[in-house]
């Protein structure tokens, strides 16, 4: 029993220390599972349509981008007021990104004869990686953060 609340103290501990990190874990796994769902979702849907599977790539991030936006401000790190401020920094690192994806999309599918699908899983997990660091440094500081 001694043990058991061992464990429960330190656990209630790092997760009174990491609460901000632990946020963005459970967030970042939504976000991750809409956006990898979203482009082979659209990709299939839109695929009767003769969608070229960049411009569903980019019908894909807007919606997943504006969805990771919300999480990560009102969710994640719960700023308030500096709505364009932050999304046009949230914007910023997401269409870095996106334009690194543009030349990986094709690299991977074109060259190296990946499928489009699995190409995009594997570059999503570069932007999930660096995504806290860029957020949380940049996007979503506080006042606190800055002095």
Known sequence: MELWRRCL????????EH?????FVLAG?????????AYPALFFLLRPFDFHYL???AIS???CVTA???TNKFLVFRTSGNYLNEYGRFVTFHLSYFLVNLVALPFLVEIMHMNPV???TLFAALVIVSSYFWHSRITFRTDKAIH
């Open 29 to 37: 796994a939504f976000n991750t599972t809409l956006g990898l769902a």
């Open 9 to 16: 103290d330190i656990s209630r501990r790092l997760a009174g």
């Open 118 to 120: 699995w190409a995009q």
């Open 55 to 57: 411009t569903v790539l």
């Open 68 to 70: 990771a936006f919300l």
């Open 61 to 63: 991030q807007i919606l």
């Open 19 to 23: 609460e901000t990190k632990l946020r």
